[in-house]
């Protein structure tokens, strides 16, 4: 039963993420279609307006990739923006006794 109860509280934080995963997407998307029909349309102002759109196409997905990065170095989760994961330190350690071993091999061959 211990875990139907924690399958129902990860499914309503599962669904918070997913909602503020879509509800990102979203403004993004329209951020970007905004900035095609100023680009496409006769927009008064278009000089000083179409900079500002293309600036935010660039600025907010790496706003939103700097919130979940803090979100996961406060609450301790590994996300998508956390630096290090367990697969990439794994993958360092394997790289690293390569290495070592490579110069084993070359030591021993001067030798």
């Known amino acids: ?55 935010g196409c660039i600025i907010f997905p790496i706003f939103l990739w700097i919130g979940m990065w803090i979100y996961g170095a406060v609450t301790g989760k590994k996300n998508v923006a956390s630096y290090r994961t367990e697969e990439m330190e794994e993958t360092l350690r394997q790289a690293e006794e390569i290495r070592q071993k490579m110069e084993e091999a070359e030591n021993s061959s001067e030798e």
């Not at 129902?8 to 909602?19: D, P, Q, V, Y």
Request: proline share 5%; charged share 15%.
């Open 1 to 55: 039963m211990s875990e139907n109860n924690s399958n129902e509280t990860n499914t309503g934080s599962s669904k918070t993420k997913r909602i503020m995963a879509w509800i990102g997407i979203g403004i993004i998307g329209l951020w970007i279609l905004a900035t095609a029909v100023i680009a496409i349309l006769p927009v008064p102002n278009k000089g000083r307006i179409f900079p500002f759109f293309m600036f």
